[in-house]
């Protein structure tokens, strides 16, 4: 048995960049290639090995995502809320989703930002866009960075549960873009420079933006899916 799934494919146009691939239930090790023939499986993004003392030493090299260069958000209304706890770092991750948008061809006039104190205020932030401001997508960037007290586990639990059911209520793709930090030094790495998460958070909302429209119906699919989605 087969399911379908919908991944980017590079080097093709906007809406023909989504088509439905047969992966093999068990897994993406057992995938099948667009042509039929058993893909190779993928090399896992963490190896075990035996270490010193007869122990196993787990390696964890991060994998990340890959993105289509030929993410379009021409069409695309996108809302940005922003909370101000630990200013620097989302000011950082702001700045990157902005230019991201900019370079996946989302006008200014379709980004809509909005300013909270907190990353528990991000929830009802997100909502309030989705009801007034005819978003195709909402990026929540917020940064806690775990302090003496339970409050980090608090409100990373209970903002992520809530942001997670709130796209799966409106239909609307919600990004995750909530730093979850030891440190301030972890924080930083991760709001700046070629490692700035809100430029793969920017790009996941277009991405996701533009699935939402095509499955909805709401754009005709690109050829090559078309004859696949419908
Ligand atoms: N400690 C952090 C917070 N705490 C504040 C809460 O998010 C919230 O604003 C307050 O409890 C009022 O409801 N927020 C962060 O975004 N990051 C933190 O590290
Ligand atoms: C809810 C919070 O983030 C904040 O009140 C936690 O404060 P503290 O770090 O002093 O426990």
Redesign the pocket.
């Known amino acids: 048995m087969f399911i379908l799934t919908c991944r980017p494919h590079s080097a093709r146009g906007p809406a023909a960049a989504y088509r439905l691939h047969r992966v093999h239930p068990l897994g993406s090790g057992v995938s099948l290639a667009p042509s039929g023939r058993r893909a190779r499986p993928r090399a896992p993004s963490s190896i075990a090995s035996p270490g010193q003392g007869g122990s196993l030493r787990v390696q964890c090299a991060k994998e990340g995502v890959r993105f289509s260069e030929t993410l379009d958000g021409t069409s695309l209304r996108v809302g940005v809320v922003r909370s101000r706890w630990n200013e620097g770092v989302t000011e950082s991750l702001l700045e990157a989703v902005k230019r991201t948008l900019k370079e996946c061809r989302v006008a200014d006039d379709n980004v809509v930002e909005v300013e909270v104190p ?1 990353a ?1 205020e991000l929830p009802l932030a997100a909502r309030l866009m989705i009801e007034t401001q005819r978003v195709d997508a909402v990026v929540c960037l917020g940064c806690l960075i775990k ?3 339970s ?1 980090f586990d608090l ?1 990373a639990d209970k903002a992520s549960a809530a942001l997670m059911q709130l796209q799966m209520s409106t239909q609307t793709p919600i990004v995750f873009g909530i730093l979850t930090c030891t440190t301030m030094e972890q924080a930083t790495a991760r709001s700046t420079g070629a490692n700035n998460h809100g430029i793969e958070w920017a790009k996941t909302a277009v991405e996701m933006g533009t699935v939402k429209n095509v499955m909805l119906g709401k754009w005709p699919a690109g050829k090559e899916s078309k004859k696949l989605l419908f």
Do not use: L, P
Request: glycine share 28%; no cysteine; hydrophobic share 30%.
């Open positions: 907190g528990f302090g003496e007290t409050h409100i």
